[in-house]
Nanobody
Framework: QVQLVESGGGLVQAGGSLRLSCAAS????????MGWFRQAPGKEREFVAT????????DYADSVKGRFSISRDSAKNMVYLQMNSLKPEDTAVYYC?????????????????WGQGTQVTVSS
């Protein structure tokens, strides 16, 4: 059974930083792309960042480019999202997701497994 568990969320002031972590188990983790998505109250879940199976390719939503960075440590079955220069509009529940294939993708329906989410709140 595949399991994804996010951690690292919390309350931070605007301009601050947080590092989200995602621990994966139950699958050959290193063979699949991984992604981060977020969902704010009253809004649809949206793409944030993705990384290919080998870490060779990453992609970001325009709203977070230059501020967020996704990385993975396949030996530890971990994925990270470093978030800098946080803004109040970054407030959301952040979800880790495991892809159906190897290649980085921003399409929500190309992710097969999801974590339970971690809350990030940025105060102004």
């Amino acid at each position: 059974q595949v399991q994804l568990v996010e951690s690292g969320g919390g309350l931070v002031q605007a301009g601050g930083s947080l590092r989200l972590s995602c621990a994966a188990s139950g699958r050959t983790f290193s063979s699949y792309a991984m992604g981060w998505f977020r969902q704010a109250p009253g809004k649809e879940r949206e793409f944030v960042a993705t990384i290919s199976w080998d870490g060779g390719r990453t992609d970001y939503a325009d709203s977070v480019k230059g501020r967020f960075s996704i990385s993975r440590d396949s030996a530890k079955n971990m994925v990270y999202l470093q978030m800098n220069s946080l803004k109040p509009e970054d407030t959301a529940v952040y979800y880790c997701a495991a892809g159906r294939g190897r290649w980085a993708t921003l399409r929500l329906n190309e992710y097969a497994y999801w974590g339970q989410g971690t809350q990030v709140t940025v105060s102004s």
